[in-house]
């Protein structure tokens, strides 16, 4: 049995979600790497996610699945934990 885990990479995609971005990343603390693909947010999101990682990047938005795969991209560990913060994509 082993005795150390794998690594994992986090990933969120996220647009305005200030509101919640906070919580969400502050959950996310376990994880070896943090990858946040915005889909260029006009309210605080990037700014507050960079206070998490600087692995923050902008991605227009062309469907859920494209974004995921751009943060998966993003991502170095074989293992990836992938979330969306609830959010208003109207």
């Given at each position: ?32 790497e ?57």
């Amino acid at each position: 049995m082993r005795s150390t885990r794998e690594k994992v990479s986090a990933v969120i995609i996220s647009n305005n979600d200030e509101p919640n971005i906070r919580a969400c990343l502050e959950t996310l603390t376990w994880a070896e790497e943090i990858v946040v693909v915005d889909s260029c947010s006009t309210d605080a999101t990037e700014k507050i996610s960079r206070e998490f990682t600087d692995k923050v990047y902008q991605h227009e938005f062309k469907g859920f699945g494209r974004l995921r795969n751009e943060a998966v991209a993003h991502t170095t560990h074989d293992w990836v934990f992938s979330l969306t913060p609830r959010s208003d994509w109207g």
